[in-house]
């Protein structure tokens, strides 16, 4: 077997939004939001099953899965690999989206149900050091809970690190298999949960259309492309930085080995910006 990278975004909506394997999604959902008893998913109704995207001449834009259970629960579950400018402002917009576009302009408030988010994240978001953060809105002195339908799920990839024989809830067999899927050969044996076994049969990339492996090849050289594109933008600032200090030392008259130590300049960067100086 060769399992896919869970975390890129054609894979992700393959295992996660599969109309035909629901009990994936219903898995994962009962064991990361700890759902039991009359709280339990039993099934979901997928709102944007998975679909091949196309890739001539557009962008590969599959980014979350969307779902409501038997009692009208609503999902959002969304990977975000990397860290993006004003994540959680964008995070409450498309909550506040998604709750208030279930009633139109004449319907009954009461008619609106609640909406749980789950954002699984491959950096380090909140200070919490526990790799699941759940986030409700509840009075600050007694803690009361009235704003029921609200609620932000966030599992951060980089602070879960149990090892395979390390593993003992479902929540974390399931963490694990998000995190470590594309390292592994085989289903691992401690898998017993229909839908995490499912999950592992759909990423197995053996199985894919030669049309879903292009796809996935090519969101994996997207994002490819995106890390490229922040480290050029992230060096750049940083020797513009180094640029700025090199002049000011400049007119103090400091020699070009000084501010080269100073600025891990070049000497004939230095001396370019002499020249400039001139």
């Not at 394997?21 to 994962?28: A, G, I, N, Q």
């Not at 969304?78 to 964008?90: C, N, W």
């Not at 399931?174 to 759909?202: C, H, M, R, T």
Request: proline share 2%; charged share 35%.
């Amino acid at each position: 077997m060769g399992f896919a990278d869970v975390k890129n975004d054609v894979a992700f909506r393959k295992i996660f939004g599969n109309d035909n394997r629901k009990e994936t999604l219903v898995s994962f959902l009962n064991a990361v939001l700890a759902f039991k008893g009359k709280q339990k998913i039993v099934e979901v109704k997928i709102m944007n099953p998975y679909q091949l995207p196309k890739l001539r001449g557009g962008k590969v834009t599959i980014i979350d899965v969307k779902a409501t259970d038997q009692i009208g629960r609503n999902y959002i579950v969304e990977m975000q690999v990397g860290e993006l400018d004003g994540f959680a402002k964008r995070v409450l917009f498309y909550f506040s989206k998604s709750y208030s576009e279930q009633i139109k302009r004449g319907d009954f408030y009461r008619q609106l149900k609640p909406v749980i988010f789950i954002g699984i994240l491959d950096y380090s978001f909140s200070i919490n050091s526990k790799y699941i953060s759940r986030h409700q809105i509840r009075d600050v002195e007694t803690h009361e809970h009235l704003l029921e339908d609200v609620e932000f799920n966030f599992i951060e990839l980089p602070k879960f690190n149990k090892d395979l024989h390390e593993l003992e809830t479902l929540t974390e067999k399931w963490v694990y298999f998000i995190k470590n899927a594309e390292n592994l050969d085989v289903i691992p044996e401690n898998v017993d949960d229909e839908g995490l076994k499912s999950a592992y049969q759909e990423a197995n990339k053996h199985t894919w259309t030669p049309e879903e492996l292009e796809a996935y090849d090519y969101a994996l050289m997207r994002e490819e492309d995106e890390r490229a594109k922040l480290d050029q933008a992230e060096n750049k600032g940083k020797n513009q930085e180094k640029i700025k200090i090199a002049k000011r030392l400049i007119k103090r008259n400091l020699t070009n080995e000084e501010i080269a130590e100073d600025t891990g300049l070049t000497s004939e960067q230095i001396e370019q910006l002499r020249s400039e100086k001139q």
